[in-house]
């Protein structure tokens, strides 16, 4: 036997959880122009008076463009390829990081050296204007 719906009775079976999870269903249709006058109405409306959800909706939207700007790869482009070009720019931030590091490390040594020949013939720049 096969079970009938009634959606009169709809209604009384969702749950809140539920019935938030149809308003963002129809937030997402909204958001991809594939509401009926009438849900679109209404997904209007509750942007109007709900703040949250018109948050949601702005950053979904930002999410959108940038997902659509973001750059994709070439058709020809295998995942050994794109794997490859991935890593290869991983090591080179990674690389970058480790020089600039370095540096800072290699100056701030400078600089203590400094202070300390400063300091041992009396005319420490940092002491008088520290201390």
Known sequence: MQSESHPEHDDILQTPESIERSRYELLSAYLDQETTAAERH???????????????????????????????PSPGATPTVLTHQVFKKLHRRTQRTLIWSGT????????????????????????????
């Open 42 to 72: 209404q997904v209007e409306q509750w942007l109007a008076e709900d703040p949250e959800l018109g948050a949601t909706y702005r950053q979904w939207l930002r999410l959108r463009s940038q997902w659509q700007t973001m750059p994709t």
């Open 104 to 131: 800072r490390s290699r100056l701030c040594l400078w600089l203590l050296f400094l202070e300390l020949c400063w300091r041992a013939h009396g005319d420490s720049p940092l002491s008088s204007a520290v201390f």
